[in-house]
Nanobody, 122 residues
Framework: QVQLVESGGGLVQAGGSLRLSCAAS????????MGWFRQAPGKEREFVGA????????YYADSMRGRFTISRDNDKNTVYLQMNSLKPEDSAVYYC???????????????WGQGTQVTVSS
């Protein structure tokens, strides 16, 4: 079993930046491909991006590419989501995910965090 705990959410003004963190435990972190999803009220959960086990590759949804960056620190068992140039439409609950599969382009989570709220004010 893998436990994922997100942090770093909050309220930010449009155009601002925020960095989310996700701490993992329960399994060798470097054996997991890590990902981020988000869900806005009344909408389906949406893929944000994912990063490979050793952090060599990252893949993003088209709408996130260029503004969002995923990184990881395997020594700290933590994955990050750096969000820049935030827009009100980026407001959502952001979820960390972990996958035992290697693929990040067709990312399939096996574990989920509880989510952290990000609110972008206009």
């Amino acid at each position: 079993q893998v436990q994922l705990v997100e942090s770093g959410g909050g309220l930010v003004q449009a155009g601002g930046s925020l960095r989310l963190s996700c701490a993992a435990s329960g399994r060798t972190f470097s054996s997991l491909a890590m990902g981020w999803f988000r869900q806005a009220p009344g909408k389906e959960r949406e893929f944000v991006g994912a990063i490979s086990r050793m952090g060599s590759y990252a893949y993003y949804a088209d709408s996130m590419r260029g503004r969002f960056t995923i990184s990881r620190d395997n020594d700290k068992n933590t994955v990050y989501l750096q969000m820049n140039s935030l827009k009100p439409e980026d407001s959502a609950v952001y979820y960390c995910a972990a996958s035992k599969k290697t693929t990040i382009t067709e990312y399939e989570p096996d574990y989920w965090g509880q989510g952290t709220q990000v609110t972008v004010s206009s």
